[in-house]
């Protein structure tokens, strides 16, 4: 018995009709996808709430993790404020710190979203128009580093006292007339400079209170002598009051007993007191000669410190020259001085010719 045969319909489709179906369909899921990605670019609520999850990471995650998450962030809209990570080798979590930066004369005032930053480390605002750093500075209390030269700041804020962490302030070439009492709070820091304010003339007592300071830099201002406070910085290396108004030096000037480094000279100090000569880390002292008439025959006789007395001889110089604007001036002074003596303090012995330098060009 011959079996029936069964017959089956297999519906026969054209090959391109399916392939453009589902082109349609990828290209309708890509434009739904860019809209979205664009709405959430477009959505303060997305930026604020990446703000604050960020932050509470911070807070939870350990060493490694916060790397991780820096990573990413790197790569979305925070980026565009110049947040940076500063790898370091060293595997001391301590030492890996997070940046802001921001640099340019377009910049009239901080971006809004810095103040929910509080995580940063490090502040390096240069060459900016922004004349004062807002209040909010007191929630950044992990702030290490407030480094803002060059913005025509006029006062400092007296939230600075609530930077406990700060180790070091740069405020050189500014507009400042006067430095609050509050920042000899800030009981961490070891590194200060004013440099170049042209009109501050004293420093606020609360000053001695900063124990732990190592260097202060209030070069190219309107000192007329050390200001008390300087005085009582036990912990002080480095002290440069160059080009200020100084005449005499203080009597007890030996109370600044872990002194390694003075640089007096652009000054006319006119006597050294006998008490310099209890500065028993004092390795070297520049001060100019011009005006100088007393000093202690130990400072010059000592092989264990290099006196460099500078005389300034001043030639004619042309019409152009003179109209050299004087901050540009003043930095190349400073930058003269500082490789100068960086020649002079790899050497194991004090040559001849640096206890009197005479220059032969207009500083």
């Not at 605002?125 to 407030?146: C, M, N, Q, S």
């Not at 509050?182 to 000053?207: D, I, K, Q, V």
């Not at 006119?270 to 209890?278: E, F, Q």
């Not at 001043?314 to 109209?323: A, F, G, L, T």
Request: hydrophobic letters at 35%; aromatic letters at 6%.
């Amino acid at each position: 018995m011959k079996a029936d045969r069964v017959g089956v319909d297999i519906p026969v489709y054209d090959l391109s009709l399916i392939r453009d179906l589902w082109e349609g369909r990828v290209k309708k899921y890509k434009q739904r996808q860019k809209k979205e990605e664009e709405r959430i670019s477009k959505s303060a609520l997305a930026r604020v709430n990446q703000q604050w999850q960020y932050r509470i990471a911070c807070r939870k995650l350990k060493s490694a993790e916060v790397t991780a998450l820096q990573c990413y962030l790197d790569r979305s809209t925070n980026s565009e404020l110049h947040i940076l990570h500063n790898d370091n080798n060293d595997n001391d979590s301590e030492n890996k710190k997070f940046i802001f930066e921001l640099n340019g004369d377009k910049w009239m005032k901080l971006p809004e979203d810095l103040q929910f930053m509080t995580y940063l480390k490090e502040w390096h605002i240069h060459g900016t128009k922004i004349r004062e750093i807002p209040t909010y500075i007191e929630a950044f209390v992990d702030l290490r580093v407030l480094d803002v030269p060059k913005n025509g700041l006029t006062k400092l804020p007296v939230e600075i006292g609530k930077l406990i962490s700060l180790r070091e302030l740069n405020v050189n070439y500014n507009k400042l007339m006067s430095i609050p009492a509050e920042l000899g709070e800030c009981e961490n820091l070891e590194r200060l400079e004013m440099t170049a304010n042209r009109n501050l003339s004293e420093l606020p007592f609360e000053l001695s209170n900063l124990k732990k300071l190592k260097h202060l830099d209030i070069a190219e201002n309107q000192f007329a002598t050390i200001p008390i406070c300087v005085l009582r910085m036990e912990s002080l290396k480095c002290l440069d009051i160059s080009n200020n108004r100084l005449k005499d030096l203080p009597e007890d000037i030996d109370r600044l007993e872990a002194l390694e480094t003075l640089f007096l000279h652009k000054n006319d100090v006119r006597y050294v007191p006998m008490s310099m000569t209890n500065l028993v880390h004092l390795k070297m002292m520049v001060i100019s000669a011009d005006e100088l008439y007393s000093i202690p025959s130990q400072l010059v006789d000592s092989p264990d410190i290099k006196l460099i007395r500078l005389y300034d001889n001043p030639i004619n110089v042309p019409d152009e020259d003179m109209n050299m604007d004087a901050e540009a001036q003043d930095e190349h002074e400073k930058e003269f001085m500082k490789t100068y003596i960086e020649t002079l303090q790899d050497r194991d012995t004090q040559p001849m010719y640096t206890t009197k330098v005479s220059l032969s060009c207009l500083l």
